[in-house]
């Protein structure tokens, strides 16, 4: 203290000197008052100074420069001794600290330095001084005084100048021992969309690419997130486009000029925090917003318990030059629980605005407000027009509006140079604030948006899966292919030739003997030619292709892929496997088994032999003379034989029909199980896994969207 108020009495001194310096026609002592320094001499002046070192040269130099100034005549005010007079205080003063000396040695030096010149890295400039031209602003330097390069261009610069009020930030803070805010509660309806979308990305992870789950996970992380902080806090983030306002709006909320507001663009350059309440800090670090930007909006009884549990973001403009400036504005709108979207009378409809921002979060209309500013500047009723014209261009945007107790939108006019419907905004927002609804709303459109970008992966409008119809016909290509109707027949072919062989004459079955020695044992299929198989593996091919398709048909593309890729690895080997199962579904060695009437057809068929037999020996017999000659019997008998032979034969073989027809469709139909079972394991049991966890993931779906599980 004692430092200061000796450097302040030094530079008034030197100050004094100079004017007598320049203003060398005068007589001594003009304009310097020289009573209350009388009786101080040099020893005094030099005294309390010792102790702080030798001064730097630029000092000495300025010192004697100021002494040599001093014209004739001018003596009497050393006092007789030549000391410069001195502030009564400083004569209390016989030393001075270190730290005290080097702030007079860097003031020195400041005055030292000539005009352009550079400041040292971490030197402050005074209360005052003027900064040099390209100079940057230094963390709160807030000196408006000091701004070389601000430029006035007229009525705007000098309205903005005249309502600016001076800024009086306190940091938000919340005092000690207080208990922490309550966190967030979310309702049924909102946690059960919540786990339905959490179950809805793991059922998918493996099926969807990551760039396709990301904005579900992002949001799952987000309101979780949320969840765990302040449900007393409500955060708004205020965005628009440069020169719309939203800073000057900002500060009328506040109360105190928080953000800078000016001509120059753009002017927010990072976004301001303001909270009307302790207990937001969490929400505000979520933000990413530095404590030195985090301010308190100006004490008012009846305004803080109004708009009590507010935080208020005052964001860059979201069309700014500076790529950060607009990464900061996409990254907070994504965590605040709503925004208030400032525009003016000239850029209301800007395409940048509407297509980038408001298109795109028209479901969000529940949580957003749209203010014209500016209003001022518009005469009558133009006002009201412009005011109707953005309504309809949000309407055209499909941004609900909340007209006529409807939910969606609020959409006001006002001034927040002037002040004119800033109280009207304000009760709006203390009523929004208020219902402690708005982090769920926000929450609850986020989930909306997510489903509806994940809609095409999910939902077609069209009824999908796999119909009875389609396995059937899956089953009977296989068939064809394995050669199930041919094996039937020649199992049917196999039994009737085993019925003759046992039912027939011994000479005709000689016959056949001879002629069938080459062919293959009865119950077992031919080999297949290699012409043959090529063709089976053909029709096993399309077969997996065309129930793969008709799988698919009615699915949304990641599905139908992974619906078609599980058939094709199921077919892998599916040819080789059916062969496998033709040979050991085929009939058994040896020969057919017989019915039960087969022993009496060859005991017929052997008595028919043996009247052949004896009626041929008689007629020998008599030929021969030993048999008395008739050839009326004989004959009979070898007629009867010749005859009833091939009789029997031919009801045999007629007798064998039916169980020979059942006996090869029973023969076919144990190879098209086989085949079937074959296709089921390999092929329709994964396209079924797949399209059952489709269903499963529709029906999450459904949940997220609150449509039930009926999504097409």
């Known amino acids: 203290m004692k430092a200061s108020v000796k450097d302040t009495a030094k530079g008034t001194v030197m100050e004094s000197v ?15 008052e020289t009573g209350p320094r009388k009786g101080l001499g040099r020893d005094s002046v030099e005294g309390s100074g010792k102790d702080s070192g030798p001064a730097p040269k630029g000092a000495a130099a300025k010192d004697a420069a100021a002494k040599d100034s001093v014209p004739d005549g001018s003596e009497d005010r050393r006092d007789g001794t030549g000391a410069e007079p001195a502030h009564p205080a400083e004569g209390a003063a016989d030393t001075e600290t270190v730290p005290h000396a080097r702030v007079r040695e ?5 005055q030292q330095r000539e005009p352009g010149e550079q400041r040292e890295p971490g030197e402050r400039r005074e209360p005052g001084e003027r900064r040099e031209p390209g100079e940057r602003r230094e963390p709160g330097d807030d000196d408006p005084a000091a701004d070389d390069d601000v430029w006035d261009d007229g009525l705007i610069a000098r309205r903005v100048t005249e309502t600016a009020k001076p800024a009086a930030p306190v940091v938000e803070a919340r005092g000690p021992g207080a208990p922490p805010p309550a966190p967030l509660a979310y309702d049924g309806q909102l946690r059960s969309r919540l786990d339905a979308l959490r179950e809805l990305v793991g059922l998918s992870r493996t099926r969807l690419d990551s760039q396709t789950l990301s904005e579900a996970g992002r949001v799952l992380d987000e309101a979780a997130a949320r969840r765990r902080l302040s449900g007393q806090h409500t955060v708004i983030a205020i965005a628009g486009a440069t020169g719309s306002g939203k800073s000057q709006l900002f500060n009328a909320l506040a109360g105190v000029a928080i953000s800078e507001t000016g001509v120059r663009r753009p002017t927010t350059a990072a976004p301001i925090a303001c909270s009307w309440s302790d207990g937001s800090a969490a929400l505000i670090d979520r933000l990413g917003i530095p404590g030195r930007l985090r301010r308190r909006p100006v004490h008012n009884p009846e305004a803080d318990a109004q708009l009590r549990g507010l935080v208020l973001i005052d964001l860059p403009d979201h069309d700014s030059a500076v790529v950060q400036h607009r990464e900061h504005v996409d990254r907070i709108l994504k965590l605040v629980d709503a925004v208030i979207w400032v525009v003016d009378p000239e850029k209301y409809a800007d395409a940048v605005l509407h297509e980038r921002y408001l298109r795109p979060l028209s479901g969000h209309a529940e949580v957003m407000f749209i203010v014209l500013n500016q209003t001022d ?11 109707d014209d953005l309504r309809r261009v949000l309407d055209e945007d499909g941004v609900a509006l909340g007209e006529y107790g409807e939910p969606g939108a609020t959409v006001l006019a006002l001034s927040a140079l002037t002040g004119d419907g800033v109280g009207e905004l304000r009760e709006s927002l203390g009523q929004f604030v208020s219902e402690r609804g708005a982090a769920a709303r926000r929450v609850a459109a986020d989930v909306d948006a997510a489903a509806a970008r994940l809609r095409p992966v999910y939902a077609t409008g069209r009824r999908a899966g796999l119909s009875e119809e389609a396995r059937d016909d899956f089953a009977a290509r296989l068939a064809d292919a394995v050669g199930a109707t041919a094996a039937g027949e020649a199992a049917e072919r196999a039994w009737l030739r085993n019925a003759n062989r046992a039912c027939g004459t011994p000479w005709l079955r000689l016959w056949r003997w001879r002629q069938g020695r080459g062919e293959p044992p009865t119950g077992r299929l031919q080999q297949a030619q290699p012409e043959e198989e090529a063709t089976a593996r053909q ?5 997996v292709r065309t129930v793969s398709d008709r799988a698919s048909a009615g699915l949304p593309a990641p599905w139908a892929q992974a619906v078609r890729e599980a058939a094709v690895r199921g077919s892998q080997g599916l040819s080789e496997a059916l062969d496998d199962l033709a040979a050991q579904a085929g009939l058994p060695p040896g020969r057919p088994p017989r019915p039960g009437w087969w022993p009496v057809a060859v005991l017929a068929q052997a008595a028919m ?4 037999v004896v009626g041929g020996l008689w007629l020998v017999g008599q030929i021969a003379g030993v048999v008395a000659p008739n050839l009326g019997v004989p004959v009979l008998l070898m007629v009867a034989g010749i005859v009833g032979g091939p009789l029997v034969e031919w009801g045999c073989r007629m007798a064998a029909r039916g169980p020979a027809r059942r006996y090869g469709l029973e023969a076919e139909r144990r190879l098209r199980e086989a085949a079937a079972g074959c296709g089921r394991a390999r092929v329709l049991d994964p396209v079924a896994a797949e399209l059952l ?3 499963e993931v529709r029906e999450q779906y459904g949940r997220v969207t609150r449509t039930g599980a009926g999504v097409g």
């Open 539 to 543: 029709r096993v091919e399309q077969a």
């Open 693 to 695: 966890r489709y269903r």
């Open 18 to 32: 100079r004017d007598s310096g320049r203003d060398s026609g005068k007589g001594p002592g003009t304009g310097v």
């Open 106 to 110: 860097q003031r020195e030096q400041r």
């Open 609 to 612: 032999t043996l009247l052949q």
């Open 377 to 387: 500047r518009l005469p009558g009723e133009a006002a009201d027009l412009v005011l």
